[in-house]
């Protein structure tokens, strides 16, 4: 155990913890914060996706001892009142079905906007395609990017 401190979603955060935890069981488990999702736990379908310095990382391989000190967000702190453009857009097109990937399709796309905020259809098809949604929302996320990137 070694006492790990973290940034999450701006508050400071002071945890003893099995440094070689993966990051997504301290959300869940220790912080409460259960909008980031377990599916594969291999990093393949992107459900468990947080931003680590703005940067979209698979929070289910990614050791808690890594993420040390660096600004973490989690969905629950991408906009104080879920009014980031691209909830916003995901709402008004209705994207989530079942839901369970979305949090981590919303982290994934409101990064790629930060890098680019005017994507082709092939940059969102490559970009958004990792993050598997058995639902097929693919169409719906794609028309909720580019309504947030015309914008
Ligand atoms: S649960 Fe992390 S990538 Fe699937
Ligand atoms: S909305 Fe059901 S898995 Fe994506």
């Not at 703005?54 to 600004?71: H, N, T």
């Not at 399709?105 to 005017?118: G, V, W």
């Amino acid at each position: 155990m070694a006492r790990i401190k973290l940034v999450v979603n701006g508050q400071k955060r002071e945890l003893d913890l099995d440094p070689t935890m993966p990051l997504l069981w301290v959300l869940r488990d220790y912080l409460g914060l259960t909008g980031t999702k377990y599916a594969c736990g291999i990093a393949q379908c992107g459900a468990c996706t947080v931003h680590v310095e703005g940067v979209p990382i698979r929070s289910c391989v990614f050791p808690v001892s890594a993420v040390q000190g660096k600004e973490i967000t989690t969905i629950e702190g991408l906009s104080k009142n879920n009014d980031h453009p691209i909830q916003i857009a995901w709402i008004e097109e209705q994207v989530p079905q079942c839901g369970y990937c979305q949090s981590g399709q919303i982290m994934t796309a409101a990064s790629l906007l930060k890098r680019n905020s005017s994507p082709t259809e092939e940059e969102i098809d490559n970009v958004m395609s990792s993050v598997l949604c058995r639902c097929g929302t693919y169409p719906r996320i794609k028309i909720a990017i580019q309504k947030v990137s015309g914008e």
